[in-house]
């Protein structure tokens, strides 16, 4: 497009304003992490604190057994509808959606109430704690997974290669496991890692089941501490580039659309 | 695809018989009645109960409550939170997706740009808000580095833990939303439209007033209420930044952990107060996607 040179640098004041917006916070914390003494004792003292590991291996694992839940729970789910139920599809999606309309705030509130009295008094114990901590995770992740899974079945014959399979003598179970998700590969992948993005460094689910995930732990440095949570709110940062740049570097071949996360 | 096209599943009285494949999805049904659908449920049940277990609608009549720290102030600074930033956020948004489309600054850019989004636009909550006050907050890297050069932002009334703080940091989640998802619309403006357009002697401003807007307008007014939706359901930030500024994500976390908790019907409320507005305009959003989808390829 043949732009006027004068356009075209208004367009550059746009995209550069745009850009410091971006990078003075980060820059900001960056810099204030420094003026530790000495300059790098933010980084070290946050490394060497036990509660930073527990916390982030915490959420590391939580966010494994989410993604593996909530693949297990989708991709069955959206192949099945796709192949013999086509007018569930709607209401499968509006499902999946829900967790857009109710907030994680709001979700939390409703699980508590329903699981701290009988008959499921999980709140409880800390591993019935876990386990609605991973149900709510695993509930934020449907509308991501679902779109992911179903953009993906969009793109495979599903019904050539269940009845293919199916002619040559394998059962459900090997449909899925060695036909479904081997050519599912890539909008699997790219679900689990905006689940990953999402769910390492969430606070208020965590926060009020009362689990030390990594969230609160850097809420409760950021309340009593100088320089250590800058630099966790940089290695925050990091983990959810590295999330976001596989997902791309993910999808490059494929022609899917980066997804889209909602704030927390 | 109607139900029977694969036969056996429909009677003679037109009837849908049982259809056992249905049971293929009860794992996913059964998942989300349990955690999500249930436990919703169970929050509006307890919004029309009083203390006592009797029903009553007291608990919605008390969401208009006026005063300092009540549901009405919430609910409305919760409101105009959202909906400043969800236009500002979309304006910017705009113009910055513009700027790397359609504004021949070199392609390079526009990938780095949309990648950078996706990260920011998931970078919200607790190291969010961290970031902005070791930025901007009274001691940040910034504000003592203007301080020392003779200007006190915090003198001249600028606070980050207010109102307006709040909103400077959604931006920054609410902005990057807003290129991604505007980004496929930008790009399904055709050249051919604007060549036609400008053939035909139309100004620039023109196209934008007759062609380009109102192709633009369904998206930009879904995005709008999308990013409305996405600053609505926030409390992380906010109350990691600023506990004190009296927004319904808060609000609400108090009433659960005991802070304000003297009447737990009017928490429920206020939580089915927020799950109706979030509803409504994530509800106005996909009906304007609809539309605007026309229009893409």
Same mark, same amino acid.
């Given at each position: ?264 | ?39 919703? %449920? ?113 003198? %001249? ?45 139309? %100004? ?18 879904? %995005? ?74």
């Amino acid at each position: 497009m043949n732009q006027p040179k004068r356009s075209r640098l208004v367009w550059w004041v746009v995209f550069l304003v745009g850009v410091s917006y971006f990078a003075l916070p980060l820059l900001g914390t960056f810099f204030f992490s420094l003026q530790a003494q000495p300059i790098y004792a933010g980084y070290t003292n946050i490394l060497k604190d036990p509660g930073f590991y527990n916390s982030l291996l915490y959420s590391f694992i939580v966010g494994l057994i989410t993604i593996a839940v909530s693949i297990l729970i989708i991709v069955p789910t959206a192949f099945w509808v796709r192949l013999k139920l086509p007018w569930l599809r709607p209401y499968i999606e509006f499902i999946t959606l829900l967790p857009f309309v109710v907030p994680p705030i709001i979700l939390v509130f409703g699980l508590l109430n329903t699981y701290s009295h009988p008959p499921f008094r999980l709140t409880a114990s800390n591993t019935g704690s876990d386990v609605l901590l991973v149900a709510a995770y695993v509930i934020l992740s449907f509308p991501y997974m679902y779109r992911a899974v179903d953009s993906g079945l969009r793109t495979i014959d599903v019904r050539t290669l269940t009845e293919a399979s199916q002619s040559l003598g394998a059962g459900w179970v090997r449909i899925m496991w060695q036909v479904i998700f081997p050519n599912l590969r890539v909008s699997i992948l790219s679900g689990a890692f905006l689940t990953l993005a999402i769910v390492v460094g969430e606070y208020t689910i965590a926060t009020f089941l009362g689990r030390h995930a990594f969230g609160p732990y850097l809420s409760l440095i950021g309340g009593n501490k100088a320089y250590e949570p800058a630099a966790g709110s940089l290695i925050s940062f990091g983990i959810t580039w590295i999330a976001m740049g596989l997902l791309t570097l993910i999808g490059r071949g494929s022609r899917q659309r980066v997804q889209v996360a909602g704030a927390r | 695809m109607p139900a029977s096209a694969r036969g056996a599943s429909s009677t003679r009285s037109g009837r849908r018989r049982f259809n056992p494949s249905i049971l293929g999805v009860l794992p996913f049904l059964i998942f989300a009645f349990a955690f999500l659908i249930i436990p919703a %449920s169970y929050l509006v049940i307890g919004s029309l109960q009083d203390k006592t277990g009797a029903f009553t609608t007291q608990n919605y009549a008390d969401l208009t409550k006026d005063g300092v720290g009540g549901p009405r102030e919430a609910y409305l600074t919760s409101i105009e939170i959202s909906a400043v930033t969800a236009i500002a956020g979309a304006i910017l948004g705009f113009l910055l997706a513009y700027a790397v489309i359609s504004g021949g600054l070199p392609k390079a850019l526009r990938s780095g740009l949309m990648t950078f989004s996706g990260v920011a636009s998931n970078f919200a909550g607790i190291p969010l808000a961290l970031a902005f006050v070791f930025t901007l907050g009274s001691n940040g890297l910034f504000t003592v580095l203007l301080r020392d050069a003779g200007i006190n932002i915090y003198d %001249s009334g600028f606070k980050l833990y207010s109102k307006f703080g709040l909103e400077l940091v959604y931006l920054y989640f609410q902005f990057p939303l807003m290129v991604l998802i505007i980004a496929p619309a930008i790009d399904g403006l055709r050249k051919d439209w604007r060549e036609a357009s400008e053939n035909m002697g139309a %100004s620039t401003f023109q196209y934008w007033r007759y062609i380009a807007l109102p192709i633009l307008l369904p998206t930009l007014m879904g %995005s709008t209420l999308l990013l409305f939706g996405n600053a609505f359901g926030a409390q992380a930030t906010a109350f990691q930044l600023a506990p004190l500024v009296n927004i319904a994500p808060v609000l609400i976390g108090k009433q659960m952990s005991g802070d304000v908790l003297h009447n737990p019907g009017l928490g429920y409320a206020l939580a089915i107060g927020m799950v109706a507005i979030m509803g409504v305009a994530i509800l106005a959003y996909s009906v304007l996607q609809r539309r605007s989808e026309r229009w893409m390829r």
